[in-house]
C-alpha cells in the first residue's frame, strides 16, 4: 500500500518580534460602548477595532492603548498600537480600517509605523483630557451625550481657584475611584486649566487637564468637586482640604462619563509628526 500523501505545512504565523507595529490615533463616540477594554458580552471600542484588524489579517488581535477610558467616556485622540503580518502603508490601513469599522462610531485618523518596542501606552510621557460643561436650561440636543449639562450658572473664578490646590505631586486618595487598581495614589498633576467659552448650543464651562498618568475617576472627581466650587456649595479652600483628608469620603459628587474626553496623548518622540 503506497505510503499516505504527506499535505504541506501551514506556515506559522509570525512572532510579535518580527511583526510590523503601527501606531494609531483613534477618535470615538464613547456612548454605545463599555468603555475601551474589551468585554466579553458588552461592545467596546478595543472590541471594535480588534475585529476590523480581523477583516484584514486573520486573528486573533490584542492592541494596547494609552489610556482605558470608562463606559461614556469619549475620545479626540486615543492612540494605540498593533502588530500586523503584513508591511501595510500606513494611509491604506487606516483607510482599510476605517471601511471596516462602519458603522461603529470609531474612526482612526492617522497611522505611523513604529518600533518594534514602542508602546502606546508604556511610551506615552503625559495624557491630556478635556471635560465640557453645558450651562443652559433647555434639554440639550445636538450635544446630547457629548456634554454634562449643568441649568446654574458657574463660577470660573472661584474653580480655577479650587483647582490651584490640585496642581503638583500629591496623594489623591481622595479623587480616586475605590476600584481602582494603580499601585500608588500618589501623582503629579501638570494642569488644570478652567475656562468659559461660547459652544454652539450655549456657554460651557471647559476642563483642560494634563499629567504622565491618571487615577481611576480621578479627572470625574475633580470635576464634580470643582462645580460644587463653581456653583457656591464649597468654598475652593474647600477643596484643599478634601485634598487632605486623602480619604474618599471627602471629595464632592463625581459628575456622569459623557462630558469627558481623552483629548491626547504625549510621547517623547510624536509618531504621527
Known sequence: MPAPRRLP???PRATSAAMPRYALKIEY???PFSG???????????????????RLEPGPHTI????????????????????????????RLSEALNYHLKPAPVAILDCARVDADWHARFSAVERRYLFRILLRRAPATHDRGLVWQVQHDLDVTRMQEGATFLLGHHDFTTFRASICQAASPVKTLDELR????DGLSGPEIHFHLRARS??????RSFVGTLERVGAGAWTPQDVQTALAARDRA???????????????????DDPFV
Open 214 to 219: 491618571f487615577l481611576h475617576n480621578q479627572v
Open 9 to 11: 505545512r501551514c506556515a
Open 29 to 31: 463616540h464613547g456612548a
Open 64 to 91: 494596547a492603548a494609552a489610556g482605558r477610558t470608562d463606559a461614556g467616556v469619549h475620545a479626540l485622540g486615543q492612540v494605540a498600537h498593533c502588530d500586523l503580518v503584513r508591511d501595510w502603508d500606513p494611509f
Open 36 to 54: 475601551w477594554q474589551r468585554q466579553k458580552d458588552h461592545p467596546s471600542v478595543q472590541g471594535a477595532i480588534e475585529s476590523a484588524l480581523a
Open 194 to 197: 478652567v475656562e468659559r467659552t
Open 250 to 268: 471627602a471629595c464632592g459628587p463625581v459628575c456622569p462619563p459623557h462630558g469627558l474626553y481623552l483629548a491626547a496623548a504625549g510621547y517623547g
